[in-house]
């Protein structure tokens, strides 16, 4: 098991544009976290899946943006016409359950031109 | 709603020293959990520690250790014996201990540096 793998690493994007980001959790993890974060801020709540389902949504969450976690393995996050405002690291995290810390991607970092 | 509140933005210690970071926090539950993450500059959090609310032990892991304190709302994180690689972002968090509300609250971080 090699983490939790998250990809791309990179991407810069035209304003409009629509982008996709995937997650692969660690296999054995139920539960999926995406989490947005800015140069000098902590990492911000963005959505919550338990196996397939989608749990949480966060009011960051507009509705340009759309997650999914189909079958309960890795996860894609969509964001449609993009803005400059969505430049930021976007991490992915897996954990078994509540009582244990997640275990963290490296993260997609964002970049709209 | 949960809040953290990281005071210090940057610290500063010496090589081998002991250096304490700062995090409080608001909560109306009586049940959670806190823990600390580390974010070198490589940008991958790893978790240091974490706490449950219910145990009044302070958590431990090596030359990293925790003073807890519920009715203060506070939640330090002591580093003994610094080394090069404990610089970082320093982010405290917390997180609910019943229903779906699973997510982590985290606060804005404490840049760490290191110096010979």
């Known amino acids: 098991d090699t983490g939790v793998s998250q990809n791309p690493r990179h991407k810069i994007t035209k304003r409009g544009q629509n982008v996709t980001f995937r997650c692969d959790p660690i296999s054995e993890h139920n539960r999926l976290y995406w989490y947005r974060q800015t140069l000098g801020q902590g990492p911000e709540f963005l959505t919550y899946f338990q196996n397939e389902a989608q749990l949480e949504k966060s009011r960051l969450l507009s509705d340009r943006f759309s997650a999914e976690r189909p079958k309960g393995s890795f996860s894609t996050l969509e964001i449609q016409r993009t803005e400059q405002g969505d430049s930021a690291m976007y991490l992915c995290?897996?954990?078994?359950?509540?009582?244990?810390?997640?275990?963290f991607g490296s993260g997609t970092r964002l970049t709209v031109v | 709603a949960q809040t953290v509140t990281q005071s210090q933005p940057e610290m500063s210690v010496q090589e081998a020293e002991t250096v304490t970071l700062s995090c409080t926090y608001d909560t109306s539950e009586s049940d959670y959990y806190l823990f600390w993450y580390k974010q070198p500059p490589s940008r991958q959090m790893i978790l240091v520690i974490r706490?449950?609310?219910?145990?009044?032990q302070n958590a431990t892991e090596n030359r990293f250790s925790v003073n807890f304190q519920k009715a203060a709302k506070s939640f330090s994180l002591k580093i003994s014996d610094s080394q090069l690689g404990d610089a970082a972002m320093y982010f405290c968090a917390y997180r609910s201990y019943t229903g779906t509300a699973s997510k982590l609250t985290f606060g804005t971080g404490t840049r760490l540096q290191v110096t010979l």
């Open positions: 995290a897996s954990s078994t359950g509540t009582a244990y810390g997640y275990t």
């Open positions: 706490q449950e609310a219910y145990k009044q």
